[in-house]
């Protein structure tokens, strides 16, 4: 389409034709790009490097352990570790290993992550389209309280457990674990609504919708992606929760990190590093698939969380 | 809009004030009302149970004068500084080689940021193993003919929190870098542009011009790294379980086992009221900077 | 004399999608170029590329006679206008102003005389002391201006520097920008999608489109003599209004509907004599009414079908003959919808364009 007559093709003014053109040469294996790769692969390597001598490690036997460095690739490998982690490893009197606290950690996790996320959603949701006198100064405290240690806050709460008779069952871990997740999660919520067009909110209560009407039918449908970004958060954060396990849980119903912690550092008995690591892998396990499998969605959750502290 | 019958008041938006009963009682009765409990109840001589016979303060006297606090203090100043300006620098340069347009970023930043997605005890566990002095790093080094090579930090009590800040550092860098990388994605790509125009080399665009854009993203991250690092508990307990000896312990342990094994509550509430004090040292500043001029929240 | 810029054989693609074909350009020394196009035509790429902060896939870049296709941004003999502005924030204008220099190492005195002059030039003197946030939108595009300035290069790029100012100070700043030019008189490219901007500042123009120049000439040629029906749409508001038609064989009348216009006066390109499917094109303000039109060499009856008063002239949309056309009155003139009306044009201003192919015949 280019007119000719406009665009003179060739020019007689007489430049260096022949000087460089194109683009700037940048061979694939220049000083940059080798440093620049270098320095990442090293450190990529660093941080894979944890991951890769739990798994060498977990699938030896004990005597390749001891001869052997952590580094070595297994030579006989061998499932036996992770079959005695699962199911035969001992924390006290009970030996029937991690099994047990993976369960205890499914029934913690499966409720707590439900209701806080159906609490904090409606709460964020009350917050951004339906403030009331006090409800920003409450948000406020929800939001400072977030950075009180929680040390301040255990033997307190412990007391109210204790009153409400649920202290030492998952109930009161559940109640323990809807609480702390609310400041985070409520902000998520809050700050996604906003987000939301205030006409479309305007125009369903004019078309007669009330709250829970426009909350289950306007914005609920509308905020799937923040919801799985809530799910994500709180599914690493209870699954990897130690100090809220250890403090309202008996041995009976401890989640898996505070078992995981028991069997690992036992004074007792010989230690069997493999059994160990096995059992730290079958624990970090349920994080690290929902890590992979979530993918950008996990980098949104901790920018939103990123105010938690 | 007929005035007549408009609402009594308390009932007007009824269903949100229901609908925010959990977080008003979280407020209420979690964050003010246990925080308060609790320090009321460390000027207290309470010991198995909180009871209410006042000594002033004699529990953060003895506080100040326990070996073991001072160290727990001491450690969490080392692990805390040393953590904060490792894991900024760090975090920083790693965010910006990943922001040099190179190829399989995905993959890296997945890398450098699983470890955050990890359990502390997790963590900790790992790295005691890697650190283990007769099969872990020091001996695979002795191994490779450096006999004298020595390199013990779980057993050796001038070193051992230098242990822990590794594993610290592990897994908590990729946050850090994800923080940054927001932030630099955050920069105007026209200013990048200008400085190549102006022939501003690019460390020179980082540093003068780049970071400082940066202020309120380091003001965040340094919020969150510290007030991260005061709860700093089941890292220690997972991979020293505060030793050797009392060498590793850090303030949230202290509380822990005051309260739940040695049934002296007094002192643990003492030493968790230290703990808020410290935390709001930082956080009030940082608040009244960030919301201070404008309104509160 | 020797071109200020001079492009060859451009070509940039970013994977299978094709930015820029090919393109050929010489800007002669103190011209003022404006690169003109909707977005997405490639025009912001191209500047991106003579300034060298893109890497061209092929061709070459000459600027001043030297070839700087691989040469880095600042080595180029540039100054550049950022649509942003792209002031350092944490410095003053000042500072802004001086960074580069500084950092070229040349000396304190030479530094300050320069930042001085920029400063006067641009009446930014007190604002020196000031951070960019203290500043208005106008303030920081001059000072943005300013910093190009004190490279002292004979070219200076601007990528849409008004688009974020309102109307008054765009309008304003047009003008200063071309005192500038005429101050200065060094070369200028400038990328903007303003059609005003354009023909006010330009003395030439490049119209572009999906990486291609499509038609490179003064804003009067570019009025006048659109090479084509994209060209002609694109320039004036409201459009130019098209009929459907043949011209006839012996290229002297153009029949649409019902209708047959006379040619006479209308200026094919030299020694052809087209024929066949075409559109015929008129400019809203080149089609008169009443009296005049009763005198045009083509008049059609109407019915005024909406009315939109400017002012300084009276915008009014016309259906006749099963047209429907745009016709730009005196702003004095009283008619309202439903009105009939007699209008007219004179082939001479008109402009016809091929079927098929879309340009002018």
Known sequence: ?309 | MATSDRPFQPFRNLNAKIASIPMILTALVIFIGCTIWTIYYSFTKSKLLPKSNFVGFDQYERLWSTRRWLVSIENLVIYGSLSLIFSLIIGFLLAALLDQKIRFEDTFRTILLYPFALSFIVTGLVWQWILNPDFGVQSVVQGLGWESFSFNPLYDADIVIYGVLIAGLWQGTGLVMCLMLAGLRGIDEDIWKAARVDGIPMWKTYLYIVIPMMRPVFITTIVIITSGIVRVYDLVVAQTGGGPGIASEVPAKYVYDYMFQSQNLGQGFAASSMMLVTVAVIVIPWAYLEFGGKRRG | MEPSISIKNLALSFGALEVLKDLNLEVAQGEFLVLLGSSGCGKSTLLNCIAGLLDVTDGQIFIGGRNVTWQEPSKRGIGMVFQSYALYPQMTVAGNLSFGLKNARLPKAEIEERVNRAAKILQIEPLLKRKPAALSGGQRQRAAIGRALVRDANVFLFDEPLSNLDAKLRADLRVEIKQLHQKLSNTMIYVTHDQIEAMTLADRIAIMRGGLILQLGSPNEIYNKPVNKYVAEFIGSPSMNFFDGQIDDSSSKFSTGAQVFPLEGYGFKEGTSPKGPAWLGIRPEHMVNGAEAEAAPIRMQGKVELVEPLGSDTLARVSAEGHSLWVRLDGQVSISDGDAITIGFDPARANIFDKTTENRL
């Open chain 1, 1 to 309: 389409m280019a007119d000719t007559d406009v665009l003179p093709n060739n020019t007689s003014t007489g430049l260096e034709t022949s000087g460089p053109r194109g683009p700037r040469p940048r061979p694939m294996l220049s000083r940059r790009n080798i440093i620049l790769y270098g320095t990442l692969i090293v450190i990529a390597v660093y941080y894979l490097l944890p991951l890769y001598v739990m798994i060498v490690t977990s699938l030896k036997g004990m005597p390749e352990i001891r001869l052997g460095n952590i580094f070595a690739p297994p030579v006989e490998v061998t499932f036996q570790p992770w079959v005695k982690a699962w199911a035969e490893a001992c924390t006290g009197l009970n030996c029937d290993g991690l099994s047990r606290g993976f369960w205890n950690s499914v029934r913690i996790t499966v409720p707590s992550v439900i209701i806080s996320i159906a609490i904090a959603s409606v709460n964020g949701y009350a917050l951004a389209n339906w403030r009331f006198k006090g409800s920003e100064i409450f948000f406020t405290i929800l939001i400072f309280g977030s950075f009180i240690p929680y040390q301040v806050m255990i033997y307190p709460i412990v007391i109210v457990l204790r009153e409400l008779g649920v202290y030492g069952s998952l109930t009161g871990l559940v109640i323990v674990h809807t609480i702390f997740g609310m400041p985070i999660l409520t902000l998520l919520f809050r700050n996604y609504f906003v987000s939301v067009p205030e006409e479309l909110f305007k125009a369903a209560r004019v078309d007669g919708a009330g709250f829970w009407g426009i909350y289950l039918r306007i914005m609920l449908p509308m905020s799937l992606p923040i919801f799985v970004v809530a799910i994500i958060l709180q599914i690493t954060g209870i699954w990897n929760d130690f100090l809220f396990g250890v403090v309202y849980t008996k041995p009976d119903t401890y989640p898996m990190t505070v078992q995981l912690n028991n069997i690992v550092n036992s004074v007792q008995g010989v230690k069997e590093y493999n059994v160990n690591m096995a059992a730290t892998i079958i624990t970090g396990l349920v994080p690290l698939i929902v890590y992979f499998l979530s993918g950008k969605l996990f980098v949104r959750g901790i920018a939103a969380g990123a105010v938690k502290g």
